[in-house]
């Protein structure tokens, strides 16, 4: 399978990454968090619309498999391991290296959860 690789470049920095190994991206006001299955953490510049956008404009078609989920994630969607309504928890999984949780409304993860079933992710 041929690697497509992102990048990111802000004033100090030039990221680049490969779109399979991006977990989830976490937005905090004008930074956003990448979060890699490798459990790196590299904050860039960009808040999570930016973000949004440049995956867009660089990946075409396979930004699909990036899901925006409320107003802090864009997540991986092939990574999703569990959704659970109740607890308002989302999970992330390689099933071998990591395991991510992260807070998400209910109404987001029934989203999430109509998506997967539609989609069979």
């Known amino acids: 399978m041929?690697?497509?690789?992102?990048?990111?470049?802000s004033r100090d920095k030039l990221i680049r990454i490969d779109i399979t190994k991006i977990v989830y991206f976490e937005?905090?006001?004008?930074?956003?968090?990448?979060?890699?299955?490798n459990k790196q953490k590299v904050?860039?510049?960009?808040?999570?619309?930016?973000?949004?956008?440049?995956?867009?404009?660089?990946?075409?078609?396979?930004?699909?498999?990036?899901?925006?989920?409320?107003?802090?994630?864009?997540?991986n969607m092939n990574y999703i391991y569990q959704v659970d309504i109740q607890k308002q928890v989302l999970m992330l999984s390689d099933y071998e290296h990591f395991l991510f949780q992260m807070p998400v409304s209910?109404?987001?993860l029934k989203a999430v959860k109509e998506l997967v079933i539609k989609a069979k992710i």
Request: net charge positive; hydrophobic share 45%.
């Open 2 to 9: 041929a690697q497509q690789k992102i990048y990111f470049n």
């Open 27 to 37: 937005g905090d006001g004008n930074y956003t968090y990448i979060v890699t299955a």
């Open 43 to 75: 904050c860039i510049t960009m808040n999570l619309a930016h973000v949004e956008e440049a995956l867009a404009a660089q990946l075409g078609d396979k930004a699909k498999q990036f899901m925006r989920i409320g107003k802090r994630f864009i997540v």
């Open 106 to 108: 209910k109404e987001a």
